[in-house]
């Protein structure tokens, strides 16, 4: 089965849907996305590397997870599928904390264009990587990782960036992050999450 994406107005709401494979080129349309920043037990957080052989940013360190919903699947249930393909990853905890997180960033002419909700997750377990969606990986203290993308030793993809001033705002400690309402998500994402 094709694995296609919810294309958006730029109020945030579904206007059609579009083969993932295709959809991402210079010109890409406004869709639904999501980010997740995966911790574990130990409250270490995971930074993964794209595979190289990606279409969009490849070999690009990044947040532990980024995927999209699909048509009419609640966004949280799109993460735990994703976690587990890319990673084999349990979640065992998820929360959304940047309900209005909205980005366009270009790499090589090729375009990400997304409002894309960002998810803390717990976690459980060693990654497994799937190597064509990941190439590396590492886990690391969150106040060091702010510091070494502050003082560029650590190269990041620039949603990750963006989404850094967010949670930034939220506090030092992302496992005390307060948890964001789900009436603020773009309003595609809310017809199949209702009942969160």
């Given at each position: ?51 190289l ?13 980024c ?35 909205q ?28 190597p ?65």
């Amino acid at each position: 089965m094709t694995e296609q994406v919810v294309l958006l107005d730029q109020q945030g709401h579904a206007i059609g849907v579009a083969d993932k494979a295709g959809v991402h080129h210079a010109e890409t349309p406004l869709h639904l996305a999501f980010s997740a920043y995966a911790f574990n037990e130990r409250g270490q957080f995971l930074l993964t590397r794209r595979a190289l052989r990606k279409r969009t940013f490849p070999g690009v360190w990044t947040n532990s997870c980024c995927g999209h919903p699909a048509p009419g699947e609640d966004m949280a249930d799109g993460i735990i599928r994703r976690l587990s393909q890319e990673l084999g990853l349990t979640s065992v905890g998820i929360d959304l904390v940047l309900p209005e997180f909205q980005y366009r960033a270009e790499m090589d002419g090729v375009v990400e264009n997304e409002k894309c909700p960002v998810w803390r997750v717990e976690v459980t377990g060693e990654p497994e990587p799937d190597p064509a969606e990941v190439d590396a990986y590492r886990w690391v203290e969150w106040d060091r990782l702010v510091s070494e993308i502050d003082d560029g030793s650590q190269p990041i993809s620039p949603w990750c960036r963006e989404q850094l001033t967010g949670l930034r705002e939220l506090g030092p400690d992302p496992l005390d992050w307060p948890s964001a309402e789900h009436h603020r998500l773009p309003p595609a994402a809310l017809v199949s999450a209702r009942g969160r």
